[in-house]
């Protein structure tokens, strides 16, 4: 198994364990909250999490560009989640712990986007 294919499997149960837990906290934003920023974080991480198995399926080697390309939006979808989030944690929707919570969670995630997106612009 190559570098590629270990970076991104890593990849799908961090995301798993990242939205489960935004599921939970965005449950318990204000009721106002949870229909507005709360559906456009959720639509954002879904968005994320449906690229990402997209790019676990195609053919890496034949579209590299394309993976570089998806990799980028994947990137561009994390960018939108922390900045949701620090709009929550400004208007104390969400504690200062559980803000740490994810933010430790969206960088493991962005530590893996990173390293993909070097492998893929490599060999691009």
């Known amino acids: 198994m190559n570098q590629i294919e270990n970076k991104q499997l890593m990849l799908i149960p961090k995301i798993e364990d990242y939205i489960e837990y935004m599921l939970i906290v965005i449950v318990k934003l204000p009721r106002t909250e949870k229909f507005n920023i709360g559906n456009e974080y959720k639509l954002s991480i879904y968005s994320m999490l449906e690229k990402?198995?997209?790019?676990?399926?195609?053919?890496?080697?034949?579209?590299?560009k394309e993976c570089l390309d998806i990799v980028n939006k994947i990137d561009v979808e994390l960018n939108c989640q922390r900045i949701y989030l620090r709009i929550m944690k400004k208007q104390a929707w969400i504690d200062t712990k559980k803000f740490d919570v994810i933010m430790k969670k969206i960088y493991e995630i962005g530590s893996?986007?990173?390293?993909?997106?070097?492998?893929?612009a490599k060999n691009n």
């Open 52 to 64: 990402t198995l997209y790019l676990n399926k195609i053919n890496r080697k034949e579209h590299m």
């Open 112 to 120: 893996i986007i990173g390293g993909l997106t070097k492998v893929y």
